[in-house]
Each structure stands twice: as structure tokens, then as C-alpha cells.
């Protein structure tokens, strides 16, 4: 079963600052990695996916996550935060087996405030 | 074109009560998923659906929680009667690949009070 922690329920960066959000996963197989974000009053939109191939994923508004089999983790990063990146932030994980149809799991979330 | 859409937004019931969430999934999108935030807790899945059948229900808490796809467009969740645990922002989303490979599209959730 897979499952995901994120460390850290809330983070402050000041505008302009590096934006780092910790992930680490449990999965017994290879996994796909997710992160979501979820603007006030609105849906969870994908930020970025990693399923096989270049570790270094890039996704919208200027984030990206690197898969660190090693270490378990996915962290997400942003090098100069800006105030509209004020949002929850949620990592999750899949079974990453072709051909398998399986559920996506959700962290915690973590939820980023950006400070003028 | 039209995201998922989910009603209503915020619902207020006591315990007892019977509560239905409707969603409406991204036109021509077989698969449908509801989840489920219990508040500080991560997103929980509850189901999936592929067009009107029910291709994985092992997220459903228990029989008081009945969820249903007819003709395979809409979905409501009905949940009789509601407990003060099951209050939280039920999450239906859609896609048209089934997942992980298919990108899922969230609805803004539907809030449930059960006071």
C-alpha cells in the first residue's frame, strides 16, 4: 500500500524567497508521484506528475519537483515565491504499474502563506 | 468548456438527517472519482466509477454512504443517515483516462456540516 507524508501542515516564505515543500512516500513498487495545489475557493488543479524517466519534473507557475528514489521524497520547489502562490499544497502517490489501475493517495496537504 | 461542478456548495444538517451531493463530471469523461477531507486529515478516496458502474468502492466508510452513476453522467452521494464524523468537503473529480495515467479535474467540493 502507499501512503505519504508532508512535513509540515503550514510554511511561511517571504515574497520573492524559495519555496520548498517536503515529501516522502511509502510505496511498495514504483510509484507516480503527484503534487496538487488548491487555490482559495477553488478545485485541486496538478501542479506537476512524475512517472518514469527525467527524476527533474517541471510543472505550472514555475514549480518543479525532483523524485528521489533514495530518499523516498519528492519535494517541491519554487525559486522565488510570489504572493499568488498563496495556497494548500497537496503531494500523492499511485501505483506506478502499467496497466494498473489504482487509486491516487493524498497527503496532509501543507498550506503555503507569503509573507510581503 | 465547463469544469466539474459540484452541489451543493455547503450544507448544514443534523444528525440523522439524509444529505445528497451532486456532481457533474467534465463532459465526455467516463471516470469518476469521489474523495472525501475530514478537516487536518489528508483527501480520502471514497469511489470510482467508470461510466455507470462502480469500478472501486473500497473507500466507502460504510453502508450509510450510497453513491450512484445513472446513465453515467451525474453522480450524487447520498449519505442516511449523516453522523457527526462524516462531516468534511466531499471532492468529486473527473478524467478521461482512468488514473494514475488520466489527470483527474476537481470540482471545488461540497462542505458537509452535521451538527
Known amino acids: 500500500a502507499q501512503s505519504v507524508t508532508q512535513l509540515g501542515s503550514h510554511v511561511s516564505v517571504s515574497e520573492g524567497a524559495l519555496v520548498l515543500l517536503r515529501c516522502n512516500y511509502s510505496s511498495s513498487v514504483p510509484p507516480y508521484l503527484f503534487w496538487y495545489v488548491q487555490y482559495p475557493n477553488q478545485g485541486l488543479q496538478l501542479l506537476l506528475k512524475?512517472?518514469?524517466?527525467?527524476?527533474l519534473v517541471k510543472g505550472i507557475n514555475g514549480f518543479e519537483a525532483e523524485f528521489k528514489k533514495s530518499e523516498t521524497s519528492f519535494h517541491l520547489t519554487k525559486p522565488s515565491a510570489h504572493m499568488s502562490d498563496a495556497a494548500e499544497y497537496f503531494c500523492a502517490v499511485s501505483d506506478g504499474l502499467m496497466n494498473r489501475d489504482d487509486k491516487i493517495i493524498f497527503g496532509k496537504g501543507t498550506r503555503l502563506h507569503i509573507l510581503p | 468548456e465547463a469544469g466539474v461542478t459540484q452541489f451543493p456548495s455547503h450544507s448544514v444538517i443534523e444528525k440523522g438527517q439524509t444529505v445528497t451531493l451532486r456532481c457533474d463530471p467534465i463532459?465526455?469523461?467516463?471516470?469518476l472519482y469521489w474523495y472525501r477531507r475530514v478537516m487536518g486529515k489528508e483527501i480520502k478516496f471514497l469511489l470510482h466509477?467508470?461510466?455507470?458502474?462502480?469500478?472501486?468502492e473500497s473507500g466507502m466508510p460504510n453502508n450509510r454512504f450510497l453513491a450512484e452513476r445513472t446513465g453515467g453522467t451525474y453522480s450524487t452521494l447520498k449519505v442516511q443517515p449523516a453522523e457527526l464524523e462524516d462531516s468534511g468537503v466531499y471532492f468529486c473529480?473527473?478524467?478521461?483516462?482512468?488514473?494514475?495515467?488520466?489527470?483527474?479535474?476537481f470540482g471545488e467540493g461540497s462542505r458537509l456540516t452535521v451538527l
Open positions: 466509477f467508470v461510466k455507470e458502474s462502480k469500478q472501486d
Open positions: 512524475y512517472t518514469t524517466g527525467a527524476t
Open positions: 463532459s465526455g469523461h467516463d471516470n
Open positions: 473529480a473527473s478524467s478521461q483516462e482512468t488514473a494514475p495515467t488520466g489527470e483527474l479535474f
